[in-house]
């Protein structure tokens, strides 16, 4: 079993950056694809970006795309989200999440552990 935990939350002002990362555990983590999703008061938990076993391939959501880089280190055991030119549609819990699988999905069901979770919050 895999446990997880975020880091790098916080606020920031429209068009900022913050990076979060996600501290890994366990013998099988650098063998699973990873995610962010995120979460937003009021509405379903959504995919945001994703990246394959090797880090050889990524997937974002189309309200992210060329806004945010998720990447990886294996021999750290970490997963980390860059988001730059934020906006206050970014507000959200982020998860950080994996699955047991080596390449990527956008779909909440398709991963087996999850993080607390970090909160972002962008002000206007």
């Known amino acids: 079993q895999v446990q997880l935990v975020e880091s790098g939350g916080g606020l920031v002002q429209a068009g900022g950056s913050l990076r979060l990362s996600c501290a890994g555990s366990?013998?099988?983590?650098?063998?699973?694809?990873m995610g962010w999703f995120r979460q937003a008061p009021g509405k379903a938990r959504e995919f945001v970006a994703a990246?394959?076993?090797?880090?050889?391939?990524?997937l974002y959501a189309d309200s992210v795309k060329g806004r945010f880089t998720i990447s990886r280190d294996n021999a750290k055991m970490t997963v980390s989200l860059q988001m730059n030119s934020l906006k206050p549609e970014d507000t959200a819990v982020y998860y950080c999440?994996?699955?047991?699988?080596?390449?990527?999905?956008?779909?909440?069901?398709?991963?087996?552990?999850w993080g607390q979770g970090t909160q972002v919050t962008v002000s206007s």
């Open positions: 999440a994996g699955r047991s699988f080596r390449t990527t999905g956008q779909e909440v069901g398709q991963y087996d552990y």
């Open positions: 366990g013998r099988t983590f650098s063998g699973n694809a």
């Open positions: 990246i394959s076993w090797s880090g050889g391939m990524t």
